[in-house]
Every structure is written in C-alpha cells, then in structure tokens.
C-alpha cells in the first residue's frame, strides 16, 4: 500500500514532544492498552484519544456487545485483529516515548498518554491512520492531537483500510455504537 505524503507527514507531526519519558515496552495488553516499564515498576498505558474494539471477554465487551447488538463471536476478532496488528507494530523490550500527563489516570488505572515509537511515530495516530481504532472526542484531547487523530480517520475511512477493509460491517455497528 502507498502511503500519501500526507499520511506522513501527519503521522510526523507532533513527534518526541518536549518532557516525553523514555519507558521499555514489557507487552502488548490488547490493541489500546500497553504494559511498560516505568521508574523500575510495570505500569499501564492507555493510547490517550482512541479506542479499538476488545480482544477478551470484560465488561467493556458487554457494553459493546449491548450498544452495538453483535455478539462476543462477532465483536471478539476485531479485537484480535487490532491487537495483532499493534503487536507488529511493537514488540516486548522496544524503547518508547510517553507524552502527556503521566500522574493523570484513566478509570481503568491506566496511564494516558500518546506513545511514540522509536522511529518517532505515534502509536496511537498509527493505530487510526491504519484503521484500527477510531479517534476519541477531539476536543479532550492535547491540542492538536485531535486533529490529527481526526484526520488520520478520515483518510483510513476514505481508503477502507484495517478492520474496515477486513470485517466491513462489523466494525461499522461497533463503531456506530461507540457513539
């Protein structure tokens, strides 16, 4: 596939923010969530300004599953297909940059915060652009971030890319349910 110089240059944007923190990715939790290493301890990692589709069965998968009337049979492999890509994306002991507040927690516990990888990316723009998740609310977000969040979904909606491209309508019910 061809990535558009705009693509690019989105995903550049906002790179190694001023005050990141440098942590060690211990594992992949599913496909918005990481667990990294953190001042010595390991810590949970929202990707802040997005959400992809659950990859086990938990209460947010019953909520889903309730708003977007699919089953766990439908609604459970895009979220493996998610957390697999995001797997490939990043792999147990790669370096990363966390930005953001990292003393502000989501109600899971988890730290959000956008991640950059060590070629500078940010998972999390990927994670949308790639058409793996789907851009929260802009207008919580960092400025910035939401726009290019909103862009990056934008064009991977355009190009039917991801889990748009691979599970069409399923993805679309549970999109439309997160709403």
């Not at 309508?169 to 997160?178: G, L, N, P, V, Y």
Request: proline share 5%; glycine share 8%.
């Amino acid at each position: 596939m061809k990535t558009p110089l705009a693509l690019c240059l989105l995903l550049f944007s906002g790179l190694l923010a001023a005050g990141g923190v440098q942590v060690e990715l211990v594992k992949v939790e599913d496909a918005d969530t990481l667990v990294v290493k953190l001042n010595d301890k390991e810590d949970r990692v929202q990707l802040l300004g997005m959400d992809a589709p659950e990859d086990t069965h938990n209460p947010k998968l019953k909520v889903d599953m309730a708003r977007s009337g699919l089953s766990a049979d439908e609604l459970l492999p895009l979220g493996q297909e998610a957390t697999e890509y995001l797997r490939g994306l990043v792999r147990p002991g790669d370096r990363l940059v966390l930005s953001g507040d990292l003393k502000k927690r989501d109600r899971y516990g988890r730290i959000a915060a956008d991640v950059l990888m060590e070629n500078g990316l940010s998972i999390n723009i990927t994670m949308v652009a790639a058409g793996y998740a789907r851009p929260l609310m802009p207008e919580t977000l960092p400025r910035g971030m939401g726009t290019r969040l909103q862009q990056a979904w934008q064009q991977a909606s355009e190009q039917k890319l991801g889990l748009m491209a691979s599970q069409p309508a399923t993805f679309q019910a549970w999109e439309k349910a997160q709403k």
